[in-house]
């Protein structure tokens, strides 16, 4: 085992965020897990700013989605990645975790030497789906790497007891021995040309996809994995409860509130071409004309999504739900609006009140408010106590006092984590 000697040389660092987050069933858009949002940012974003606050940090690649690159980026994540400038560079993922690890791995090799890029020999491979990086576990692998180590994993013991089915069908299982068990994390470090060269060697193999993690390419072609100590805070989202159980943790840990308002507008024209019904706050009327509009028009769900991204800061509903996207065709608007109130959850905070108001000559709103309250309570969750719906005529003036259209405007009141001024 060679030692390399310590020294200031760097830890390049590939961040994995290509994966299509399957057993994530929460994300109404059409973005997976890693563009979530947790405490007013991206799982990308914390994975960003947690290894770039690390002293021995290199260059990073940020592997994406090969649909979801340059060009197609969510708003959101554009505006968070300027933020970073060219401490990051961006690689398209593949078809499997293995084909992105080594696209990342390729790209880096690329920035190396198109750019003379010589300040580290060593490189740490990272899941997006663990935001929270501690320096500690960093500064552990780079260490070891630096005392000769090939290929460095974190891990952590199994405190419950596991048991084994007897036959992937069968009624009957066995313990296991858990002292003999560990569950194993990322980031995982190597020696760069090591782990580039163990999966050019796995990508010609017809069992690459199979591969769940760089460590086991690694060792599947002839390298050594050493062990450290592994960290709680390396804990990974699979599915939208760990999201809202982190946020949670998250918001317990931080322990400070605040009370945020968002407004929202909306407008649409009246279809005089064709024949209602309309949606109105979830509730089909009846109406001699309908709307002109890519999904199904809601002027009172629409206006109240962009008042909770508003008070969130994210953008509006254009951003998750772009109407240039033939998805959104036709689409009805609750899933827009359960969308921005599982946003809310997810910044570990809760909406105290939702106030819509629907702007409009006719159709009359007063003898359908009882069942919009209804409907609202049934896609957000909150008590009718919590919801407000109200209308109001222009008095004859405008486009909604002539008929043309219909208008609504919103106010969203949240409890959320206050922002970390120094950031």
């Known amino acids: 085992m060679s030692v390399h000697p310590a020294s200031s040389a760097k830890l390049d660092i590939i961040i994995l965020a290509a994966g299509m987050a399957t057993r994530f069933q929460n994300n109404r858009s059409s973005l997976p897990k890693q563009f979530q949002y947790l405490h007013q940012k991206s799982l990308i974003a914390h994975c960003l ?27 959101h994540l554009l505006e968070e990645l300027a933020r970073f400038g060219n401490k990051v560079e961006l690689a398209v993922g593949g078809t499997s975790r293995a084909a992105s690890a080594l696209n990342g791995l390729q790209a880096l090799q690329n920035y190396r030497q198109t750019r003379g890029y010589n300040n580290s020999s060593f490189v740490a491979i990272h899941d997006a789906a663990r935001p929270n990086i501690p320096e500690r576990v960093l500064s552990k692998l780079k260490s070891a790497l630096e005392s000769g180590e090939q290929a460095v994993i974190p891990t952590l013991p199994v405190s419950d007891t596991i048991r084994q089915k007897d036959a992937s069908d069968s009624p009957t299982s066995h313990v296991i021995d858990r002292d003999r068990l560990m569950r194993v994390q990322t980031p995982q470090a190597f020696e760069t040309a090591l782990i580039l060269d163990a999966h050019l060697q796995a990508a010609r193999t017809a069992s690459q996809a199979s591969f769940t993690d760089d460590a086991m390419i690694a060792e599947a072609f002839g390298a050594k994995i050493a062990l450290i100590a592994g960290d709680e805070c390396l804990a ?20 400070i509130m605040e009370t945020r308002t968002g407004s929202g507008f909306d407008v649409h024209k009246f279809d005089t071409d064709s024949i209602g019904p309309i949606m109105i706050c979830g ?14 028009g809601d002027v009172g769900l629409h206006a109240l999504c962009d008042a909770i ?30 969308f921005a109130v599982d946003a809310v959850k997810q910044a570990g905070g809760h909406i105290i009140h939702l106030d819509v108001t629907i702007i409009c000559e006719r159709p009359k709103i007063g003898p359908h408010r009882a069942q919009m309250l209804d409907r609202l309570n049934e896609i ?43 950031q």
């Open 236 to 255: 990974k989202v699979t599915y939208a409860e760990d999201l809202i159980a982190m946020s949670r943790e998250m918001t317990a840990t931080m322990g």
């Open 380 to 422: 957000t969750g909150l008590s009718t106590r919590r919801l407000s719906v109200k209308a109001t005529t222009s008095e004859g003036l405008g486009f909604t006092g002539r008929g043309e259209g219909i208008a609504a405007m919103a106010q969203a009141s949240l409890y959320l984590p206050a922002f970390d001024e120094e």
């Open 49 to 75: 700013e947690n290894v770039i606050r690390w002293p021995d940090c290199g260059q990073i690649i940020l592997v994406l989605p090969p649909d979801i690159m340059t060009d197609t980026l969510p708003e």
């Open 283 to 296: 509730v089909e009327i009846a109406h001699d004309k309908g709307l002109l509009a890519h999904s199904d």
């Open 309 to 338: 991204f508003g008070a969130l800061g994210t953008g509006d509903i254009g951003t998750f739900f772009p109407p240039s996207e033939p998805k959104w065709k036709d689409a009805a608007s609750d899933q827009f609006l359960r």
